[in-house]
């Protein structure tokens, strides 16, 4: 097998999506500061990583030269959508807004911890005894797409035409390949807005206990509907996409195990620690793309205006010279902060949410009464530039 090098870096080769830690060693090692010629730097080490996360210098607008760049909005549905959510606005437009969002967010999502364990005990319930069983389709969708749809206030039987719509919405978080996807995007975001907007305004006349009436009752005329519906459409495809991932993550490295960790059988606080470790060590977002607004200096190199500077939190999350033994799994450590969910002003909004989630999923599918699960050796990562999820993850369910 040929040594990986930081010249060799290239995001897309199916062998850096099936094992990115080799590359990104290499990367802090020899070049942490790295230009690559593909047009994008990419910083690797834990310091600088949170330091870039924390400088308003890198915005998170999309790129001038971008299809869902501002001056598109009126063109296509995918621009207008695109500025309108908070993971792609800068301050002073960001602050506002997220704090609005997040304040319901939070608030609407910090005691549903019954909720999420009836969730992920009926959708363990499902599972066929003596079968394979994607754990990605068959467990995993169902829970989060079922739990954010809850949250938000769409009605159950939405959730899985939410879940197509969420999974369609993600790909505005990385390059469009060709014209036709382009076009499909942007009909995709065309029926779920939509969708949330006809919501909104059944749940105006009507209000009931979910997120959506929370909005609309609190608008006071500085947040427009397209701003709130498109929000909307965000939480919720991160509900799904990122609870898939990060919990499978989880799950993949725990079937790996040959004894499952004690402190999956602790407290509600040993379980959310093991799940930060998990996550610490397959991170579902691999890296956070940031245009410069002006020349920045790290590490003696010069990183000019309006440059593609990739951030990353995977290897970060890496980093020997902050976490110790960093490849272990060391579920009983006490480690430093991980960058998992990011850090700063646009740090994860739902990421106490995420971790109450998977901890109800854990307890649910290791229960003493629960059947054994049974993991399947070889792991299929999805080709998806930045994402560091399973396409699938089959297991064998045993009585
Ligand atoms: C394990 C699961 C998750 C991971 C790994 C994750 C990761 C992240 C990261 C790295 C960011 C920062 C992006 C940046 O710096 O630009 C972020 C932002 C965000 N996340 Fe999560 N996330 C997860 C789950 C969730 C969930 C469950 C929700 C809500 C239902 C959510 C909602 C958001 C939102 C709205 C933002 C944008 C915040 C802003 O730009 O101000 N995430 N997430």
Redesign the pocket.
Known sequence: MQESTASSFEPNDPATIDDPFPVYKALRDQDPVHWNPKGFWFISRYEDVLAC?KDARFS?QPAPFALVHARNRSKFVAADVANN?????DAPD?TEL?AW??RN?VRR?QNQQDRFAALAAASCKTLSLGGNVDLVSEFAIPF?SRA?CA?LGFPEADAPRVAEWSNDFFRLFHAIPDGDEFHRLNDSLRAFRQHVLDLMALRRAAPIEDLISDLVSKMDGSVSDHEVAD?VM???A??IG??Q???T?CLSILLQQDRLPEPLFGSTKDVSKLVDEC?RLE???QY???ITKESVQIRGKTIRARSIVL?G?ASANRDEAVFENADAFRPLDTRPQH?????????????A???T??VHALRALFAEDAPRLVAQPHRHWLARPGHRWLEKLDVEVLA
Do not use: W, Y
């Open positions: 996360l998170n959510l908070i993971a792609f606005k960001h997220r969002l997040a967010f999502t989060s954010i949250v929000n965000l939480l919720a991160d509900g990122n609870v991932s990060g919990l993550n996550l991170s579902p977002g956070q793309g940031r951030l939190l960058l998992a969910f990011g850090a700063g002003s646009h740090m994860c909004l739902g990421n949410m995420v971790r989630e998977i």
